[in-house]
């Protein structure tokens, strides 16, 4: 071995050995400043809360209690099960509105967390789709961010994802003042199948970023449903939290409070 040959081979020695003790340097997700294990610094980490507790069983919410939501309960969902391995608050919101401005990178960790949650799903499914945006979003945007889930999640699992199953034909109109049922009627003329042989008689899963409401994911059920498919699962990135119990008890105590206040009035003008 000549000199060059030996400097190469020291170089490639502490090269090595500077990656196993010195690994690469990463950047938490949410704030950027310079961590050296995990995606999230000790400070953005409490900020996120996992999905990891009670969860309806149908939507997959954040729920008091492990139990069917009364939302779900009143209206049950087209599809049959949804997961989500953040609850849509605080840092939850930070991570998802940083992937979808700009950080598409994030899709990896996202899928693998989305992966992790349907181990223990009771059912396979046949193929990945992703909710759709139209063509005018994606140029805004630079991409679709439910599409780079799909893709890496069915990496993941290896379930094929379908590219354009679904396609968008009009933006979402104004919804603030409609009701879900007008929500969800609504975004379902806005959803076209375009691949209605590649859904007839499967079981589907839809992939999305955040379920809010769950209008566009029902619409886009729907659709899929009267295009043949068999049967339809939902995974998103995060979920809000299922919220009417809480109000509602809320709700009680302030009632309480008054029926109270008012016995004793009553008690006093005796
Ligand atoms: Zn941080
Ligand atoms: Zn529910």
């Keep these: 071995?000549?000199?060059?040959?030996?400097?190469?081979?020291?170089?490639?020695?502490?090269?090595?050995?500077?990656?196993?003790?010195?690994?690469?340097?990463f950047t938490c997700d949410i704030c950027g400043i310079e961590i050296f294990e995990g995606r999230l610094c000790k400070d953005c980490l409490k900020t996120v809360t996992f999905n990891d507790k009670a969860v309806c069983p149908v939507?997959?919410?954040k729920t008091v209690r492990p139990e069917i939501c009364l939302e779900c309960k009143a209206d049950l969902p087209k599809f049959k099960k949804a997961v989500s391995p953040i609850v849509y608050e605080d840092g939850g919101v930070a991570l998802v509105l940083k992937f979808k401005n700009g950080n598409g990178y994030l899709k990896e960790h996202f899928a693998s967390l989305m992966a992790s949650k349907l181990k223990d799903f009771p059912s396979s499914f046949d193929c990945i789709v992703y909710v759709p945006m139209t063509k005018k979003a994606v140029n805004r945007r630079g991409y679709n961010q439910a599409k780079l889930l799909a893709e890496s999640l069915s990496e993941k699992i290896g379930v094929p994802w379908l590219k354009d199953a679904v396609i968008k034909t009009a933006d979402t109109p104004e919804q603030k003042t409609l009701t879900k049922k007008e929500r969800i009627a609504n975004l379902e003329g806005c959803f076209k199948v375009a691949k209605r042989e590649e859904i007839k008689g499967k079981s589907v899963l839809i992939v999305d970023d955040v379920l809010t409401t769950g209008a566009t994911c029902e619409a886009m059920a729907k659709r899929l449903l009267s295009a043949g498919a068999k049967k339809i699962y939902l995974a998103t990135v995060a979920s809000v939290e299922y919220k009417q119990f809480k109000k509602s008890k809320k709700a009680l105590t302030a009632k309480k409070k008054l029926m109270r206040r008012r016995k004793s009035e009553r008690a006093k003008r005796r």
């Design 59 to 61: 939507c997959g919410r």
């Design 1 to 25: 071995m000549n000199t060059t040959g030996i400097k190469q081979g020291f170089k490639k020695f502490f090269k090595a050995a500077a990656e196993t003790f010195f690994p690469e340097k």
